[in-house]
T-cell receptor
Framework: KNEVEQSPQNLTAQEGEFITINCSYSVGISALHWLQQHPGGGIVSLFMLSSGKKKHGRLIATINIQEKHSSLHITASHPRDSAVYICAVKSETSGSRLTFGEGTQLTVNP | ETGVTQTPRHLVMGMTNKKSLKCEQHLGHNAMYWYKQSAKKPLELMFVYSLEERVENNSVPSRFSPECPNSSHLFLHLHTLQPEDSALYLC?????????????FGPGTRLLVL
């Protein structure tokens, strides 16, 4: 079992739909990251969370430390949101290392 | 544009070639990372450099040799690679290597080993 599990692995939505991607982890962490990877490989860091909730534009990320769970929400989804979304955690003892989930492939159709 | 650039963006090499990947960060960070992303697998951390000193090496084969001449530049020297080394190689940087830090990634070099 991976230390970081994401669901779903693949998600197809219609433009305008509300989207949720989930991440569960099994270790104590100091931070959790949500990353976005576009076709071609480039990765952009979306959020870094240690508690609570963060919002940036149409993106919202939440984390529940007690339940070891985080969600990434996209409101009013758009085809340009199509990408792979990756959850990564920094464990309490791993120093600078991030442990990554396998990613969620999101496709938003017009 | 994330402030981290990588060259080349694409590379095809034979198993007997020697090549180098280059990463440059313009963010004033003091830690840099090499990651490997193979198809349908999570990102794998290969090397971490902090203040130009290698601090982590996750049992990467010796055919991959990193070099960090200063805090802004990071190289990955490649020699006698295998076809299974074909992957996307990503560079990242951060300010500091402990605590709550965000890593900023470059666009990656897509490598094909024939």
């Amino acid at each position: 079992k991976n230390e970081v599990e994401q669901s779903p692995q693949n998600l197809t939505a219609q433009e305008g739909e509300f989207i949720t991607i989930n991440c569960s982890y099994s270790v104590g962490i100091s931070a959790l990251h949500w990353l976005q990877q576009h076709p071609g490989g480039g990765i952009v860091s979306l959020f870094m969370l240690s508690s609570g909730k963060k919002k940036h534009g149409r993106l919202i990320a939440t984390i529940n430390i007690q339940e070891k769970h985080s969600s990434l929400h996209i409101t009013a989804s758009h085809p340009r949101d199509s990408a792979v979304y990756i959850c990564a955690v920094k464990s309490e003892t791993s120093g600078s290392r991030l442990t990554f989930g396998e990613g969620t492939q999101l496709t938003v159709n017009p | 544009e994330t402030g981290v650039t990588q060259t080349p963006r694409h590379l095809v090499m034979g198993m007997t070639n020697k090549k180098s990947l280059k990463c440059e960060q313009h963010l004033g960070h003091n830690a840099m990372y090499w990651y490997k992303q193979s198809a349908k697998k999570p990102l794998e951390l290969m090397f971490v450099y902090s203040l130009e000193e290698r601090v982590e090496n996750n049992s990467v084969p010796s055919r991959f040799s990193p070099e960090c001449p200063n805090s802004s530049h990071l190289f990955l020297h490649l020699h006698t690679l295998q076809p299974e080394d074909s992957a996307l190689y990503l560079c990242a940087s951060s300010q500091g290597r402990g605590g709550l830090k965000t890593q900023y990634f470059g666009p990656g070099t897509r490598l094909l080993v024939l």
